[in-house]
Nanobody, 117 residues
Framework: QVQLVESGGGLVQAGGSLRLSCAAS????????MGWFRQAPGKDREFVAR??????FYADSVKGRFTISGDNYKNTVYLQMNSLKPEDTAVYYC????????????WGQGTQVTVSS
């Protein structure tokens, strides 16, 4: 059974940094990818970033500020978030894919990130 467990959310002031972690168990995802989505209150869930092997992909809204990385040995993905803005406030969800498709196949439980102005 696949499980994705996130950690690292919290409250930070604008301009600050946070690092999210997501540990996967049950199978490996290095060849198909792991990533992050987020959902702000009253908005749809949106893509943030994805990593597959050494390839990374980002939403335009986070390019240059967020960095995604993966540790294949630990089956863990990280999201380093710098220069945070109040509009980054959301629940962040870890995601994993079984294949190279658009929609993820697995989701974590979510972790709250709140950026105060």
């Amino acid at each position: 059974q696949v499980q994705l467990v996130e950690s690292g959310g919290g409250l930070v002031q604008a301009g600050g940094s946070l690092r999210l972690s997501c540990a996967a168990s049950g199978r490996t995802f290095s060849s198909s990818g792991m990533g992050w989505f987020r959902q702000a209150p009253g908005k749809d869930r949106e893509f943030v970033a994805r990593v597959r092997w050494t390839s990374t992909f980002y939403a335009d809204s986070v390019k240059g500020r967020f960095t995604i990385s993966g540790d294949n040995y630990k089956n863990t993905v990280y999201l380093q978030m710098n220069s945070l803005k109040p509009e980054d406030t959301a629940v962040y969800y870890c995601a994993a894919w079984k294949a190279i498709t658009v929609q993820p196949d697995y989701w974590g439980q979510g972790t709250q990130v709140t950026v105060s102005s």
